[in-house]
């Protein structure tokens, strides 16, 4: 998901250099050993023209824009060729491989698996299904943009705090940049993580 406008941060954050490299390309490296695709999701076309994206990345352009996060992903979910797409933001510059193999080892009987974290869902850090897009696309079309009701009508897999914790327990799988300063804290950790 790279289709967001960065308002906090006033800049576009996928082009932010962490360790090295644009935060966009630290997402797909990550992305590219656990999936069969990357996809990123984009709201207007001119906005992936600066992304340093390698040819095997396919981009999508969000079929809502301006209808938020909802709209990005079901765009993402419904171009997929495969049943199931791992959900990220492009501001998650440290996530992690066993984590997201975990959410993906959790998708039987299950239309979405979200992770939770302080009792709150993480929906762009997640697996949703083909299934959950009947339901995505009547909350788009009723205008209703948050993420969350969505979890009350498909079947949801949700992986608990206590399993986050023993795969990766300093939780920086969710840690996204929006501000200056989540920026030069993420500068900070790459020192110390990678």
């Known amino acids: 998901m790279a289709g967001g406008v960065s308002r906090r941060l006033g800049k576009n954050k996928a082009l932010e250099r962490i360790g090295g490299r644009a935060l966009i390309e630290r997402v797909v490296d990550r992305l590219i050993p656990v999936t069969t695709e990357v996809m990123v999701v984009v709201a207007r076309p001119k906005q992936a023209e600066p992304l340093p994206l390698p040819s ?11 209808r938020g996060s909802l709209g990005g992903i079901f765009t993402g979910v419904d171009a997929s060729a495969e049943r199931w797409s791992l959900v990220v933001a492009c501001d998650m510059p440290f996530l992690d491989l066993d984590l997201l193999r975990h959410l993906m080892a959790k998708s039987t009987n299950a239309d979405a698996v979200i992770p939770r974290l302080n009792g709150q869902p993480e929906p762009l850090h997640a697996l949703y299904s083909k299934a959950c897009l009947g339901p995505m696309e009547r909350m788009l079309r009723a205008g209703q943009l948050k993420i969350a009701p969505l979890f009350e009508t498909v079947r949801v897999r949700y992986v608990d705090e206590g399993t986050i914790d023993r795969i990766d327990p300093r939780h920086l799988s969710f840690f996204n940049i929006n501000t200056q300063a989540e920026l030069e804290e993420a500068l900070r950790l790459v020192r110390e993580v990678g």
């Open 56 to 66: 095997s990345v396919r981009v999508i352009t969000d079929r809502y824009p301006g």
